[in-house]
T-cell receptor
């Protein structure tokens, strides 16, 4: 089954702990993205990567970190510095890093709850 | 600043009634606009893009630069249209799909 796989679907953590969310894609896409979805706020871009070993901050990168060591993988770490980490996190990918088409392919999401 | 505004959190209509989901944007350049949809228990997915000028599942959307709007319309709503709809903006000529999303409108089609 091709697409974007996010894990885990649900995650509970204590305040002050770092958490890493996994995102894997087998679509051979160059670009990958992390969005945060909060009620009433839509989707906000955290980080994105256009190519392996390169990534850029999005609109709300503070308190988050990413890596892109492999084309297929783009994990997101929610650090203890993130003031309000409880949210629904969506990973996405797109085919071309040159020439935007606007089509993102999304995962099913990971819901993080910090207790 | 670039922004996408969807003024309605919830739109409830009866089956067979016309639907219009509103989207306004602010962007100084020439924008590319999209509608994404998320059905219950499914992933967020692209519905249509303004460049294609296409009709998908009976939905159309016209870019109105004068009113900076990209409203999504369907003449006769069906129950299976019930979903969350997001309007999104991308910078024209950009090298990546760095989309800005609106806050979304939940469409509920009543039988």
């Amino acid at each position: 089954d091709g697409g974007i796989t996010q894990s885990p679907k649900y995650l509970f953590r204590k305040e002050g702990q770092n958490v890493t969310l996994s995102c894997e894609q087998n679509l051979n896409h160059d670009a990958m993205y992390w969005y945060r979805q909060d009620p009433g706020q839509g989707l906000r871009l955290i980080y994105y990567s256009q190519i392996v070993n390169d990534f850029q901050k999005g609109d709300i990168a503070e308190g988050y970190s990413v890596s892109r060591e492999k084309k297929e993988s783009f994990p997101l770490t929610v650090t203890s510095a993130q003031k309000n980490p409880t949210a629904f996190y969506l990973c996405a990918s797109s085919a071309s890093r040159t020439g935007a088409t606007g089509e993102l392919f999304f995962g099913e999401g990971s819901r993080l709850t910090v207790l | 600043a670039q922004r996408v505004t969807q003024p309605e959190k919830l739109l409830s209509v009866f089956k067979g009634a016309p639907v219009e989901l509103k989207c306004n944007y602010s962007y100084s350049g020439s924008p590319e606009l999209f509608w994404y949809v998320q059905y219950s228990r499914q992933r967020l997915q692209l519905l249509l893009r303004h460049i294609s000028r296409e009709s998908i599942k009976g939905f159309t959307a016209d870019l109105n630069k004068g009113e900076t709007s990209f409203h999504l319309k369907k003449p006769f709503a069906q129950e299976e249209d019930s979903a969350m709809y997001y309007c999104a903006l991308n910078k024209s000529g950009g090298a990546t799909n760095k989309l800005i999303f609106g806050t979304g409108t939940l469409l509920a089609v009543q039988p």
